[in-house]
T-cell receptor, first 110, second 112 residues
Framework: GQNIDQPTEMTATEGAIVQINCTYQ??????LFWYQQHAGEAPTFLSY??LDGLEEKGRFSSFLSRSKGYSYLLLKELQMKDSASYLC???????????WGAGTKLIIKP | DGGITQSPKYLFRKEGQNVTLSCEQN?????MYWYRQDPGQGLRLIYY???????QKGDIAEGYSVSREKKESFPLTVTSAQKNPTAFYLC???????????FGQGTRLTVV
C-alpha cells in the first residue's frame, strides 16, 4: 500500500535546529516535496528531492535516501515565524500524482 | 501579481444544497487540482485537469464535479451527494504534472 509517515507534532526553541522526518512506502517514486503551511493558509513550496543526498536552501535543507524510503527537513536558526505545519509529499512515477503525509505541526518556543 | 485565487475564503451552506467554489490562476499553468484537507489527514486529491476541456477523477471524486472550460479557471461544485462536505478545500496549479504546485489560499466550507 501507499503510506507516508511524519510525526504529528514537534516542539523546538527559537534559535535552535530541528529535524522533521518523513518515511514513505509507495508503489513508485519520482520525487519528494516539502511544503510549509501556516494555519488556515495555503501550503508553500520549500524543497524538492529526486536524487539521494542533501539539498540546501538558506536556513532549510532537505535530505533523501531512496533505498531507505526516508527524507528529512532540517530547519536551522529557528524563528517564531517557522511555527507551521510541514507537509511531506511523494510523487509517484506512474501518474505523477502526489501522495501526501498528514503533516508535522512545529511549535517554536521563545 | 501572478497567483492563484480562491473565493470565497469562508462559505456556509445548508445541507442538501449544491455549492460552487471558485479557483482562478493567472500563472499560465496547464495543470490544475482540487484537494480536500481534513484535520489529521494528508491532502486528498478530488479532481485534476492537465489541459483545458479535460479532467480526471482523483481519489475522492464522489459527490464532486468540476469543469475546465478556460485555462485560467477550474471551479469545483460540491453536490448534495457528498456525505461529509465540511472541510478545507485547496486549489492548486502547476506547469505540468511533474512540477511543483502553487496553492490558493483555500476555502473553508461549513455545511449546517
Amino acid at each position: 500500500g501507499q503510506n507516508i509517515d511524519q510525526p504529528t507534532e514537534m516542539t523546538a526553541t527559537e534559535g535552535a535546529i530541528v529535524q522533521i522526518n518523513c518515511t514513505y512506502q509507495t508503489s513508485g517514486f519520482n520525487g519528494l516535496f516539502w511544503y510549509q503551511q501556516h494555519a488556515g493558509e495555503a501550503p508553500t513550496f520549500l524543497s524538492y528531492n529526486v536524487l539521494d543526498g542533501l539539498e540546501e536552501k538558506g536556513r532549510f535543507s532537505s535530505f533523501l535516501s531512496r533505498s531507505k524510503g526516508y527524507s528529512y527537513l532540517l530547519l536551522k536558526e529557528l524563528q517564531m515565524k517557522d511555527s507551521a505545519s510541514y507537509l511531506c509529499a511523494v510523487r509517484e512515477d506512474s501518474n505523477y500524482q502526489l501522495i501526501w503525509g498528514a503533516g508535522t505541526k512545529l511549535i517554536i518556543k521563545p | 501579481d501572478g497567483g492563484i485565487t480562491q473565493s470565497p475564503k469562508y462559505l456556509f451552506r445548508k445541507e442538501g444544497q449544491n455549492v460552487t467554489l471558485s479557483c482562478e490562476q493567472n500563472l499560465n499553468h496547464d495543470a490544475m487540482y482540487w484537494y480536500r484537507q481534513d484535520p489529521g489527514q494528508g491532502l486528498r486529491l478530488i479532481y485534476y485537469s492537465q489541459i483545458v476541456n479535460d479532467f480526471q477523477k482523483g481519489d475522492i471524486a464522489e459527490g464532486y464535479s468540476v469543469s475546465r472550460e478556460k485555462k485560467e479557471s477550474f471551479p469545483l461544485t460540491v453536490t448534495s451527494a457528498q456525505k461529509n462536505p465540511t472541510a478545507f478545500y485547496l486549489c492548486a496549479s502547476s506547469w505540468g504534472m511533474n512540477t511543483e504546485a502553487f496553492f490558493g489560499q483555500g476555502t473553508r466550507l461549513t455545511v449546517v
